[in-house]
């Protein structure tokens, strides 16, 4: 089963969710227009971290943002994952969101949660969200997959119930300074046992100088294609075998 996979780093300003989805919209245009089926932004790329969690999460998929990305999934005809802020009732979430030609597919929500005493950046997440439920298996593109998020990568037991759904791909958006190393990532890929799928920012986010480093690695763990760790936007083009 072949895909062509856009891994898409860009400098998503914080708090500003009409330029970011613009940006989105923008770059999916270009990725889509490269044979790309598959687009992939990082986490939380619609807001990026914020102490107005509770003003700038939406409903999903029902919410102003979400309607926006399925109509251009819609009318691209490919499948958007989109990272955003999630307003449930009373909870607040970090969320992935998937988005196909037929409308709304899956949406994740990050569950090992990142603690930052300092609040450096605005990034101390059990301050600010609820956690979810963990790695689940879903269905996109006929292929089955699963999602985590960033700091939820760094749980063994989130990797253990990951290996345990035996996905055929790996969805993992990250928003971070900085990646580590390859070689860890390909290691988690090797531990699940499928195509892995990494994203990550690059720009300023409240003094954070993001770098990027946009990854794609083979089930036995090997690096497939990677995009620029120098902070620079790039749409990352890979033909994934699954």
């Known amino acids: 089963m072949h895909r062509r996979v856009a891994l898409v780093q860009f400098?998503?300003?914080?708090?500003?969710?009409e330029r970011n989805l613009d940006e989105v919209e923008r770059l999916?245009?270009?990725?889509?227009?490269?044979?790309?089926?598959?687009v992939m932004f990082h986490e939380l790329a619609l807001c990026d971290m914020t102490p107005r969690?509770?003003?700038?999460?939406?409903?999903?998929p029902d919410g102003a943002a979400c309607r926006r990305v399925e109509k251009l999934a819609r009318e691209l005809g490919c499948f958007l994952s989109v990272g955003m802020g999630e307003r449930d009732g009373d909870r607040r979430y970090i969320t992935q969101v998937f988005f196909g030609p037929d409308g709304f597919c899956y949406r994740y929500r990050k569950t090992w949660l990142w603690l930052n005493r300092q609040d450096t950046g605005y990034r101390n997440e059990w301050a600010r969200f609820d956690p979810g439920a963990g790695p689940e298996l879903f269905e996109i593109d006929g292929v089955r997959a699963?999602?985590?998020?960033?700091?939820?990568?760094?749980?063994?037991?989130?990797i253990e119930r990951a290996a345990a759904l035996e996905p055929a791909v790996v969805f993992y958006p990250n928003n971070r300074?900085?990646?580590?190393?390859f070689d860890v990532f390909g290691k988690r890929a090797r531990k699940i046992g499928a195509p892995m799928l990494v994203t990550n920012r690059v720009g300023d986010s409240w003094g954070k100088n993001c770098q990027g480093g946009c990854a794609a690695f083979a089930p036995d763990g090997s690096l497939l294609a990677s995009a620029n760790r120098e902070g620079q936007e790039e749409i990352l083009i890979c033909d994934l075998e699954m």
């Not at 400098?11 to 969710?17: F, H, L, S, T, Y």
């Not at 999916?28 to 598959?38: G, L, T």
């Open 11 to 17: 400098d998503a300003v914080p708090e500003q969710i």
């Open 28 to 38: 999916s245009r270009s990725a889509v227009y490269q044979d790309a089926r598959w």
């Open 53 to 60: 969690v509770p003003e700038l999460c939406e409903p999903v």
């Open 146 to 158: 699963t999602c985590f998020i960033c700091a939820d990568g760094e749980a063994p037991r989130c």
């Open 177 to 181: 300074e900085q990646l580590p190393d």
